[in-house]
């Protein structure tokens, strides 16, 4: 199943990747079971979603969290969340948010808790390896996203959807997210007044202002700014965006995407750049990427190099074999185990990123890339009747796993090793067992913390071929 917007959800503190269907695993979202295979498309329920964010400074380096038995004081004017004897927490809508299940906990002691996890998890089908953490697990949100509503006063707000309901959490600033990309928030929801510009309420369906999403490069520091309305009658938009640009001159492009539907998706299927390129670009693993309002890209730039870097040492590339990247979106993993093998096939079902790939591979003067728009299974299932293979291949799919029909491809190809990189750990392990059925086994995993504070964990496995 193809979507064209983001899901909205309570909380934040997940992870930037899309997933499909209905999910409901931490603050992201997972679905049970097989689910089609799904292409990786821009922010289309990516597994990101907004967490506690209004938060005043942090104690130390790592933080002093509370217990899980924890009470809600007042010092010095600051609401904090106290707990036990471990200290406490800055962030007074930790218990509403819901985004960072962890933040009652040390840093170092999180780390121990998503290792155990882990390693109940897949300890009995592969060597689960150290955890890769953070050096600073905060601000680490290349991504923010704020839905716009009204106050009980009819007051402008904007912020987060408290867990499991629709109530909007008011937040200014979070302990996980960009803090130039809050503080540009906090400067567009206070210029609405003096511009006339009405927010939309769902309940009646009038106003403009849906969600304002920004994406933030973090090796370039280009800024994207995606203003969601609900029609694409923006008055005085051009004096709007000037008055905007002069309060964050940093800002390198403005798009405003129409979303008129009455659903849960974030981003509607139009846009309309109203200032700049329409895109931003970054650098990841030596390489420039050009990301758009629905690209996917993970949204933790120094842990992701760490992820890909050690996907890369586990496909153990010598420079000679064909790759194949499913779920390909913009290319990333593609490209850059392009610096190291023959060939790469990238396969991706969203047109947009497939468009996007191109563009990344001739950006950076690679020539050994070719890019694909088609059902990554399917397509397999096509190259192994042609006789065609892959030496390895890497498979990065939603939270909701792959599909009995997606691995039953890739055992087709007979590819020597498999990289698999997960954003859902407990459809890895059964994935796995799927594998285990072709005769392909789980040699390691590496977990990776990508999402401080929050339950969600990413992980990547090696799978190689037993010889018959």
Request: hydrophobic fraction near 35%; include cysteine.
């Amino acid at each position: 199943m193809k979507e064209t917007g983001w899901k909205k959800t309570a909380g934040n503190g997940s992870d930037g990747k899309r997933t499909e269907g209905k999910k409901s695993f931490g603050r992201g979202e997972k679905t049970t079971g097989f689910s089609k295979n799904s292409a990786k498309v821009g922010v289309n329920g990516e597994k990101q979603r907004k967490a506690a964010r209004k938060v005043s400074g942090v104690e130390d380096k790592w933080g002093t969290h509370g217990d899980r038995k924890r009470n809600v004081g007042e010092k010095d004017g600051q609401k904090t969340v106290r707990g036990g004897q471990r200290g406490k927490t800055k962030c007074p809508i930790y218990r509403e948010c819901g985004g960072c299940q962890y933040l009652h906990l040390t840093y170092d002691q999180q780390l121990k808790e998503k290792q155990k996890r882990m390693e109940e998890l897949l300890g009995g089908v592969c060597p689960v390896r150290p955890i890769i953490g953070m050096e600073e697990p905060y601000h680490y949100r290349n991504k923010v996203h704020a839905v716009f509503g009204l106050d009980r006063k009819n007051n402008p707000i904007s912020g987060i959807y408290k867990e499991g309901t629709h109530r909007i959490l008011p937040v200014d600033s979070c302990l996980i997210e960009d803090q130039k990309a809050d503080e540009i928030i906090v400067t567009i929801r206070s210029m609405l007044r003096s511009f006339k510009i009405r927010v939309f309420d769902e309940d009646t369906g009038y106003g403009l202002l849906r969600h304002v999403l920004i994406r933030r490069g973090f090796t370039t520091g280009e800024i994207l700014v995606v203003l969601v309305t609900a029609s694409p009658v923006f008055p005085s938009k051009n004096n709007f965006v000037k008055a905007l640009r002069e309060k964050h001159p940093e800002i390198t492009t403005i798009v405003q995407n129409i979303n008129g539907r009455s659903t849960s998706m974030v981003l509607g299927d139009k846009e309309h750049v109203l200032y700049g390129k329409g895109y931003i670009e970054d650098e990841l693993c030596g390489l420039r990427f050009r990301i758009s309002s629905r690209s996917f890209y993970q949204i933790n730039s120094v842990q992701t190099e760490k992820l890909y870097g050690k996907a890369m040492e586990l496909a153990g590339l010598t420079g000679k074999e064909t790759v194949l990247d499913a779920y390909c979106g913009i290319g990333t993993i593609g490209l850059i185990a392009s610096k190291h093998a023959g060939k790469v096939i990238g396969v991706e079902l969203n047109q947009d990123a497939v468009r996007d790939a191109v563009q990344n591979a001739k950006k950076n003067g690679i020539t050994n890339a070719q890019f694909f728009c088609n059902d990554a299974g399917r397509f397999m299932s096509h190259m192994a009747a042609r006789s065609e293979s892959a030496d390895v291949v890497f498979m990065d799919p939603p939270r909701s796993g792959s599909t009995e029909e997606f691995i039953d491809s890739v055992a087709l190809m007979q590819p020597k090793r498999v990289v698999y990189i997960s954003c859902g750990p407990d459809t890895l392990a059964r994935d796995l067992k799927v594998f285990a059925k072709h005769g392909y086994r789980a040699k390691e995993a590496w977990p990776v913390d990508l999402f401080g504070w929050t339950g969600h964990v990413e992980i990547v496995t090696l799978l190689t071929r037993k010889a018959r």
